[in-house]
């Protein structure tokens, strides 16, 4: 039987990038095999052409040597190799009958993890051991969840299917694009999507969430002259000044009375010395709405800003969209289905249909969740309450692990009752 704090605690202590996932997944391709799924990973599993902010190929192939190092099984991870991480894993059960899916997302954090005596994962000895990249978003938890409700399924004593999809790269709105345009939610009638902590507190359940904004990931790049900047500095055509005047102009943007907006450029780095006018700028955007149309002008916006300042300083730009996600839609069948199932289950004091606050950020779930409604089929994105130390994405970020275990009793419940 899967102890699954041990679980987390492992992948806590092995935490992954988007798209560099190679242990973890190799680590869920091997339970599920196990447990008797038919497991579908590699480029079987996510498209090539559709993976957005792939990092770059040096960073892939240290992620993949080093997830060998550390005992992924060379023969499963070698279908990954590139940064192809998505699982994907189903299970008829006694009886034919409709599909029912629950998603977990497995990457972590380019963040140092704390050091500090209070913080568990360092006093229980399970913190990062890749300096630098930490679990601070509890998707070691949700990874967790979903492999020991895969155990739980696996007596197939159920109609129907289960399906488990095992996400690369949510963080950056990345990954469950790709997976989508690879097939992957294809005759799902029924999506569960689940998220621990954010705000509400252990042995609180919320149904269904609100308030995810549509969001566009954009990394331009100003291509110009380098030149001396004292000697000849009418040579050089500065592309780090073009940048710059971007930048303004993009914070300049009016806000829409027909929608919620943010934006914000998040990086701009170019230059190699004091005295050489910068050949070569990069620049990492993104726009949010709670209008997918409002989003949209923002983006065409924000592009033409690109274009226009590039030309202004006689640069060359190239603008690619790196990340993404639309609005989230629950059924409320669903939710309410959901807060019906908590009841009982040791752990759980409090279940409401809807979350009673907007999150006001993004989760591209947000695609596979569209999918499956545009198939006629239902879905919803659950909280699994859970106390926090510090918030996301925090250095000293750390779950209860206590939610654990009546997570995968709900997981199980409602896979039950569907089938």
């Given amino acids: 039987m899967i102890d699954i704090i041990a679980l987390r605690r492992d992948l806590h202590e092995h935490p992954e990038l988007g798209f560099t996932e190679f242990r973890t997944a190799t680590k869920v391709v091997q339970m599920l095999t196990e447990l008797g799924y038919r497991v579908t990973y590699g480029k079987d599993a996510i498209d ?13 192939e240290d992620a993949y040597q080093r997830a ?3 005992g992924a099984d060379p023969a499963i991870v070698q279908q990954m190799r590139g940064g192809f991480t998505a699982v994907v894993a189903e299970l008829q059960g006694e009886q034919e009958g409709p599909t029912t899916a629950f998603r977990f997302d497995m990457d972590a954090l380019p963040i140092r993890e704390s050091k500090s005596d209070k913080h568990i994962p360092q006093a229980g000895q399970f913190r990062s051991s890749h300096e630098g990249i930490m679990h601070a978003c509890a998707h070691d938890g949700h990874t967790a ?24 790269a949510e963080e950056g709105v990345r990954g469950a694009y790709a997976m989508v345009k690879n097939g992957m939610l294809e005759q799902v009638d029924r999506l569960f999507c689940i998220h621990l902590g954010t705000g509400v507190p252990s042995g609180h ?17 100003f291509t110009g002259v380098s030149s001396h900047a ?12 073009g940048a710059s005047t971007a930048l303004l102009n993009i914070h300049a943007l009016p806000r829409f009375s027909t929608a919620d907006t943010r934006i914000n450029v998040g990086i701009l780095e170019g230059g190699t010395g004091a005295n050489i006018i910068p050949e070569h700028a990069r620049m990492v955007i993104e726009t949010r709405s709670t209008s997918e149309e409002t989003n949209r002008e923002l983006e065409r916006r924000v592009r033409q800003i690109i274009e226009h300042s590039a030309s202004m300083h006689e640069l060359s730009s190239t603008v690619e969209v790196i990340g993404g996600a639309v609005p989230i839609r629950c059924d409320m069948e669903l939710a309410e289905l959901a807060v019906q199932q908590t009841e009982g289950i040791a752990g759980f004091t409090c279940a409401e249909a809807i979350s009673d606050g907007a999150s006001l950020g993004s989760e591209d779930a947000s695609y596979m969740i569209r999918r499956v409604q545009e198939q006629g089929g239902k879905a919803t994105y659950m909280i699994i309450g859970s106390e926090l130390p510090a918030p996301h994405h925090h250095p000293e970020f750390d779950l209860d692990e206590a939610v654990l275990a009546p997570a995968v009793e709900l997981l199980e419940r409602l896979a039950r009752t569907l089938l």
Avoid: M, W, Y
């Fill in 48 to 60: 090539d052409t559709s993976r957005r902010g792939l990092p770059k190929p040096e960073v892939l």
């Fill in 145 to 168: 969840i979903g492999l020991a409700l895969a155990e739980r399924l696996s007596d197939r004593k159920f109609g129907g299917k289960i399906r488990l999809l095992f996400q690369p």
């Fill in 230 to 241: 004292g000697a000849t500095p009418e040579e050089g055509r500065n592309a780090l000044l």
């Fill in 205 to 221: 359940v919320r149904g269904a969430s609100a308030g995810f904004l549509a969001t566009t990931k954009l990394e331009a790049h």
């Fill in 68 to 70: 060998i190092h550390e």
